[in-house]
């Protein structure tokens, strides 16, 4: 991941919280540099260092981190435009045992995008997210695949989508039901 210039990311409706961390400042150093910006009071939520970084693949992540004297882990929130935390967290080198609440632990896994796979020696297969933007999803799994010791990983298209139908054909995959004047089916 490469940094962003200072304060290019602004909170507004198209980022989202997608997770909080459990991380010391020290850690988010390490990895990633030092901070970007240092935020006072302009916008109510205190004193804060901020990260702000892009991916290769064009993901964009934005992490504030309270302004504390503490080195113990603090809670760092983790801003996105698309809800993507494993993918996130795989650019920034950080573990999900980090994380301290993320968007979309409430909601069932996502149907339709692209899903990153992991298939280990043995054959068997599981899905490890859908992301919906496909440069995202090669992207993770190219990561994942990097780090992996006997797994592989590569990413399937999920959920239904129609097929385009050529001009000047009729469909012929429906016909009209039989129905009385109450609307039932004969």
């Known amino acids: 991941m490469k940094p962003l210039t200072a304060n290019r990311l602004v909170l ?6 997608a997770c909080t961390l459990s991380v010391s400042r020290a850690e988010l150093e390490q990895r990633l540099g030092p901070p970007l910006a240092l935020e006072d009071e302009g916008d109510g939520l205190g004193s804060r260092y901020r990260w702000e970084y892009q991916g290769e693949c064009g993901l964009e992540v934005l992490i504030d981190l309270p302004r504390e004297s503490s080195a113990a882990p603090q809670e760092a929130v983790v801003w996105m435009k698309h809800l993507e935390v494993e993918h996130a967290l795989s650019h920034l080198g950080l573990s999900t045992h980090q994380v301290l ?15 990153v796979v992991r298939q280990d020696e043995t054959g068997n297969r599981f899905d490890i997210c859908v992301l919906s933007v496909p440069d995202h999803a090669e992207c993770l799994a190219q990561l994942l695949e990097a780090r992996a010791h006997e797994q592989s990983y590569y990413v399937e298209l999920r959920g239904m989508k129609p097929q385009p139908r050529q001009e000047g054909t009729s469909r012929r995959d429906w016909a009209f039901a039989s129905q009385d004047e109450h609307a039932a089916a004969l």
Not at 12 to 17: E, G, I, P, T
Not at 102 to 109: G, K, N, V
């Open 101 to 115: 609440w993320r968007a979309d632990m409430q909601e069932p896994l996502s149907l339709d995008g692209w899903a």
């Open 12 to 17: 507004s409706r198209k980022q989202h919280r």
